[in-house]
């Protein structure tokens, strides 16, 4: 069972457990974690006793906890990854994450199973095939279209499959799970971790003459994703689970788009309450905030919604891959140690600490540390700037050049601060007894918590006065995580009642509800795979399928598959192959695209989807141009050392995959 059809979910990230708590602190319905292992995050692990501390909080608001378990596995590695299934099961984890197909195979714990972004669902019919083999909640690609995510809704059950999209932050250029760039050039594998990067490195662009078209640009590195003009869209076209990317991010960052993205899908439920078709958050409580969201101030590459609706030319990040920031104002004088700046806002304030830029005249980004910052014409908004470093490091920092700030410490600050406050809304009702007072507080899932006091029933000398101690000391919820929406006093005629004994009876009331939310919280059921087994939509799976173990193997044998190839890290690819699948066109964002071209006079038939290449250093990479489906290969092979390194681990420790070694792909 996936979500309710109505239910929207916000999933956050989380690299460790506090910035974990700090999401559900601030909205979010869920999260995602690395377990000790396996998390597709070399360095993004965390101890079970983490685990539990986190999963004991978000529980408390019925947010729930997916622990990401998506690396594709060795043989000798599938005991250890089903033992941490059960581990991470037992610490009260709601779902895994994963990639590897072989985990179906194993003995898991009744844990709820999602797909994660890896396993590349691009197309109605494998959303479909991914649902029935027991998958309750699939990420789709970041590459689809509205009508595209549509086509998969109307192709799987919402009532067994939830649809998942990633709505904000980095954007992998390759479909997710089609990169081996990183695995090729250094043995580092993406689909197990530990990428190196190469979509972010600037690469000179030769066409099929040798003739340089771009120079030391990062032809392959995208803006960040930011759908949040979106998400109306992306809720009719069946997207009930929102996914922020981040789980290298820092608590900031978390914070601040988890909030922001709270308060977008909170407006949006709230326009929809009285439709024929309301909606409603999956977790509980309200949250409010002691500051602005804005994704601005955060990392970020300047923003893109990419493909949702439809193809554009300015998805790249080509100049740099830092964050560029804001623009604030221009310089208008340098001194020996210093440069003033006007900024356009006057309200605008540099702090100390404060991180400036700006590009020089090759377009690329020069960084500024301020260490110290004088307002000295507060009127004109004339600031003098003191920073780190010498005046003379700043390749052409002149007179008339805009700055912009991509730190703001103030902000910083402010985010290390306690800055949300999330609570469950309650109804409270006080009745008396024969001998006291009873207190029944019924919050907003439904969940009631009774508790009472024995206390002589003595009139009040002043009725009005009792009534109001009676509702302020009722109300006291302030230490707790719950809010009262409204007190209902049944009582025969005003009373007295001691402060203190109030106090108790609340106390007591909340501990019983507490308790009756921890006993009536409900774990995720984990979906039965369909049948005998539905067949794969394909007969025969190339090395872009990741099978890297025999368990991995099986499953697809079962599911009808008759051909199967090694994952690309069993080192069997050794030519030439797609080592990056991408939506992404360079053709396309230089203007070079046949597509393009149609209807120019005096063009037509004279641009061609030829290939280019891609040089940075000694590296060497070919860009082939598919142009029906309107995709990129990115075409190379695996480097020497790489495979030299490989006979070496297999010798120290054989793993022999398969007993034939599958013929050779083209790209």
Known sequence: MS???????????????????????????????????????????????DLERLIQHAHRFNS???????????????????????????????????????????????????????????????????????LSQIVIARELDLQQIQAIREATDPSRT??????????????????????????????RGDCNQACRLPYEVLDGAGRIIAHEKHVLSMKDNNQSDNLRALIDAGVRSFKIEGRYKDMGYVKNITAHYRKLLDEIIEEREFTGEPL???????????????????????????????????????????????????????????????????????????????????KELVGVHINRAECVAPKKGIWRVFPKNEITEFKDLRKGLEINR??????????EKKSSDRRIGLWAHLAETADG????????????????????????????????TLRDQLGRFGATRFAVHAMA???????????????????????ALEDARTAGFVRLPRAVPVQPPVPFPEDTLTYLANVFNHKAHDFYVKHG??????AYESKEEEGEVSLMITKHCVRFSMSLCPKQAKGVIGVKGTIKAEPLQLINGKEKLTLRFDCKPCEMHVVGKMKKSVMNQHLKDMQAQPLQFYRTRPAPTSA
């Open 280 to 362: 409603a958050r999956s977790s509980s409580g309200r949250t409010t905030f002691t500051f602005e969201p804005d994704p601005d101030q955060n990392f970020n590459r300047e923003f893109t919604d990419y493909f949702v609706n439809g193809r554009k030319e300015d998805i790249g990040a080509f100049d740099t891959p830092k964050t560029p920031g804001r623009a604030i104002g221009w310089v208008t004088q340098i001194g020996d140690n210093w440069f003033e700046l006007e900024v356009s806002d006057k309200t605008t304030a540099l702090h100390n600490g404060d991180g400036l830029c700006y590009y020089d005249l090759q």
């Open 3 to 49: 979500l309710l059809p109505h239910q929207l979910e916000l999933l956050s990230p989380a690299r460790d457990a506090d910035i974990g708590i700090e999401a559900v602190n601030h909205g979010a319905d869920a999260v995602y974690i690395g377990g000790p292992a396996f998390g597709a995050r070399a360095t993004a692990g965390n101890d079970i006793r």
């Open 561 to 566: 598959v008759k051909v199967i190839d090694a």
């Open 406 to 415: 991509n730190r703001d410490m103030d902000w910083v600050r402010t985010l």
């Open 489 to 511: 006093l049944q009582l025969s005629q005003p009373w007295f009642v001691p402060a203190s004994a109030l106090n108790q009876l609340r106390r007591d009331a909340v501990v």
């Open 64 to 134: 729930r906890i997916f622990i990401t378990l998506n690396t594709i596995l060795r043989d000798d590695e599938l005991e250890g990854a089903r033992q941490m299934a059960w581990q991470v099961y037992e610490a009260g984890a709601d779902a895994l994450i994963i990639q590897d197909m072989g985990l179906l195979e194993l003995d898991l714990p009744p844990i709820q199973l999602h797909a994660s972004t890896q396993t590349d669902i691009r197309t109605p019919e494998k959303a479909r095939f991914l649902q029935d083999a027991g």
């Open 162 to 191: 939830t649809i998942e999209f990633f709505v904000h932050g980095a954007l992998c250029v390759a479909y997710s799970g089609q990169c081996f760039i990183s695995h090729a050039h250094t043995g580092r594998s993406a689909n």
């Open 437 to 468: 007072f009873a207190l029944t507080l019924t919050d907003e899932d439904g969940f009631v918590g009774s508790a009472s006091v024995i206390q002589p029933h003595q009139p009040a000398t002043d009725a009005v006065k009792a009534e109001a």
